[in-house]
């Protein structure tokens, strides 16, 4: 028997809940950025839930693209808080508000 | 409606044996390719670039060459063949194609460029030896070529648009080919910008055939342009295509960067400002024919440009001290001969006036060279002096250009000026004829000046008593351009009925004749006792001893200031001109553009900064505040969608 699609559902939203919850009460940056991380993730498993619930494989491509989307949003995240780290050697985002004004 | 007239007007290429014809491609090609060659790869290749360069230039010739005699063994009015070698631009309606188009007309250019241009590509081997950019040097010969041939064998205007500004790119480049010294610099800017006047009016009178014919074949347009074309269009399009012949063919008013254009390398001025690029003008105005017949008044406006033309610079040449001066204001001067006689309807005689001058002034241009070769690049001829006896190949090649360019008998400058006169004479033009007169006097005076200063007499500096000979790499092609000063006049049997007249016929129409005037040999007479009675007469100044010339030339100071500095129309230019505009592009860069058009953009950026001064306030610079932004703003959309759901 298969497993119905509100359990996919219910995982992926707990999942994108927690990463919310990361990103809104984190400081570290690298902490938020694992968090926004497991929010494209949940929203993958979603998209296969649905893609498997159909029977058709659109989900399962616009999961990849969102792979690929995701590791590109890595390398420039990863860069931004090396380059923030060096200047003021933290990767705390509190310490970054000096961009404000 | 245009396509099927084109189809109608299309050449009649069925039926008849095309024989070497398909190959016309080539005569471009062939050059282009070794342009291409020694531009990216000419320093590296050495002595070789100039090999290459005259191999091209041997391998279009010799195709050129074929191609006419394949045209020629056409009836007379079939001596017509064009090439379609790719759709270029197709918007609509409107195409245009890129052709080749050889007829009698074209075929004559394309002999005149590839058969002189080999002699002055093989000279230039001679006389850029040990140059730092030889490589460049052909590169840039090459492309010239290209483009020229482009100009003249193009069967539309846009291709030969595209040569003739294809060709000005070559001539800057070479003129300022040894840019390091600012004079060579400004004299190839300003060659470019004077002739882009003259460009200019022309692209406007392509745009305004393009909206009255909707089409720049040349075969559609020159076919309807009776039907199509109110007098007073013909006139206005005709006047605008003139205007770009008088910038590219240094006639007066657009004839200042003529004399200035001999700071490039002696062979530039040989093959671009005396025997091609500079009778691209000619061309147009044979070319397009039709348009001015259609007009008349145009003719007459060529007819008087030819004329004052001819008479300004063929004075201006008197006064020249440099070598290379008398010969550029001569080119000017004989190059209004040719407008002289297009705007007699003499199509003929102008096109063979342009391939007589091709020869006689390429020579002197490349004797010119020698003569600079030899005397450690002195161009001063009052530094001469005697020079026939230590230079006898450059000297005696000289001579012989220089009394074909006086209209002696039988040389071929004589039968390209005579017929002109003479048709003038006969269709009754007798101020064109006296004028014209007037200015072979001229023409002559300041041949043997230049000749007698330079060749004959004593030396009158080391340089020249110890000028030596060049070497056979440079004064063979001389010799052969002698032969052509020298003989093809009578070769041809140049007259208003002669062989060549009959050649050119089927592209250019007949020459016309009238009943008028004097008899034929009174004219030739008096044009051979002008010639030599003026040739003796500079001889008893200049070379005989018997008058002090120098004392003749102070005493006549002003005269000959006025000469030597064109009229002075050079400074007339600068404060008429020059002057106001740079002052005009002082207040626009300076006041309009640091002051408004600046004032502008930071008067808008700040503001920008005012208004944001207020609006960053809100900010706190805590990502978890935005982020949360973010997620309400998310969670809001939802609800208003699920709401509406």
């Known amino acids: ?101 | 409606m245009v396509t099927s007239l084109a189809a109608e007007l299309a050449p009649v290429g069925n039926g008849r044996a095309l024989g070497v014809l398909p190959l016309l491609w080539l005569v471009p090609a062939l050059p282009l390719a070794a342009a291409t060659v020694n531009l990216f790869l000419g320093r590296r290749l050495g002595r070789f670039a100039g090999w290459l360069a005259v191999g091209a230039m041997t391998g279009s010739f010799a195709i050129a060459v074929l191609m006419v005699r394949q045209l020629a063994s056409f009836g007379g009015d079939e001596r017509l063949y064009v090439q379609h070698l790719f759709d270029w631009i197709q918007v609509g309606s409107f195409n245009v194609d890129a052709s080749v188009r050889l007829d009698a007309l074209s075929a004559t250019m394309i002999l005149v460029v590839t058969g002189i241009g080999l002699l002055i590509h093989i000279y230039s081997m001679g006389y850029m030896h040990g140059d730092p950019r030889y490589g460049r040097f052909f590169a840039y010969m090459n492309l010239f070529v290209f483009f020229m041939l482009m100009l003249v064998l193009g069967a539309n205007f846009l291709i030969l648009y595209l040569g003739w500004e294809g060709v000005g790119l070559c001539s800057y480049l070479l003129i300022g080919f040894w840019f390091e010294k600012t004079d060579n610099a400004n004299a190839a800017k300003k060659a470019f910008v004077t002739t882009r006047i003259g460009d200019t009016a022309m692209l406007i009178g392509i745009a305004m055939i393009v909206m009255k014919f909707g089409t720049l074949n040349f075969e559609v347009v020159f076919g309807t342009a009776n039907a199509t074309l109110s007098k007073g269009a013909a006139t206005t399009i005709a006047l605008l295509l003139f205007a770009g012949a008088v910038g590219k063919s240094a006639q007066v008013p657009l004839h200042v960067w003529l004399p200035d254009a001999m700071a490039g390398p002696t062979p530039v001025s040989a093959l671009i400002h005396a025997a091609t690029m500079v009778t691209a003008g000619v061309y147009l105005v044979l070319r397009t024919h039709v348009l001015f017949e259609v007009s008349g008044a145009a003719l007459v406006v060529v007819t008087v440009i030819g004329l004052i033309t001819m008479l300004y610079a063929a004075t201006c040449a008197l006064g020249q001290d440099d070598l290379k001066r008398v010969l550029a204001y001569s080119t000017v001067s004989q190059l209004g001969y040719m407008f002289i006689a297009a705007g007699l309807r003499a199509y003929a005689l102008a096109l063979f006036m342009l391939v007589a001058h091709a020869f006689y002034k390429g020579l002197m241009f490349l004797a010119a060279g020698s003569v600079m070769h030899g005397m450690h690049e002195e161009t001063d001829m009052k530094q001469m002096g005697g020079l026939l006896r230590r230079m006898p190949l450059t000297g005696a090649t000289f001579l012989i250009g220089a009394i074909s360019l006086a209209a002696v008998p039988p040389f071929t400058g004589f039968f390209a000026k005579d017929a002109i006169l003479e048709v003038a004479n006969h269709t009754g033009h007798q101020w064109v004829y006296v004028l014209g007169t007037v200015g072979a006097v001229i023409s002559a005076a300041y041949m043997g000046r230049l000749v007698f200063l330079t060749l004959f007499g004593r030396p009158r500096t080391q340089a020249a008593e110890h000028a030596h000979e060049s070497p056979p790499v440079m004064t063979v092609p001389l010799i052969l351009l002698a032969v052509g000063a020298f003989a093809l006049g009578f070769v041809v049997e140049q007259s208003p009925e002669g062989a060549f007249s009959r050649w050119v016929e089927s592209a250019l129409g007949a020459v016309p004749r009238g009943p008028l005037g004097l008899p034929t040999t009174v004219l030739i007479a008096i044009a051979t006792v002008v010639a030599v009675g003026t040739l003796i007469a500079t001889w008893v100044i200049y070379a005989s001893g018997r008058v002090d010339w120098m004392a003749l030339r102070v005493r006549l100071a002003p005269l000959q200031r006025l000469f030597e500095h064109g009229w002075y129309i050079d400074d007339y230019y600068a404060t008429v001109l020059v002057a106001p505009g740079k002052a005009a592009s002082g207040i626009l860069a300076y006041r309009f553009d640091a002051g408004f058009i600046d004032g502008t953009v930071n008067a808008v950026g700040g503001s920008t900064r005012r208004l944001a001064a207020v609006g960053r306030k809100i900010q706190t610079g805590y990502v978890r505040t935005y982020a949360l932004a973010l997620f309400a703003g998310a969670v809001g959309i939802l609800v208003y969608v699920g709401l509406r759901l």
């Open chain 1, 1 to 101: 028997m298969r497993t119905p699609i509100a359990y996919f559902l219910l995982l992926s939203g707990i999942l994108f809940a927690l990463g919310t919850m990361g990103v809104l009460i984190r400081k570290n940056a690298l902490l938020i950025f694992m968090s926004v991380e497991l929010q494209l993730n949940a929203v993958n498993l979603a998209l296969v839930a649905f893609s498997r619930l159909h029977g058709n494989l659109n989900g399962q491509v616009l999961a990849f693209f969102s792979m690929v989307v995701a590791a590109a949003e890595v390398v420039v995240g990863l860069a931004i808080i090396v380059s923030v780290y060096r200047r003021s050697q933290s990767v705390n985002v509190d310490d970054a508000r000096s961009l404000r004004w």
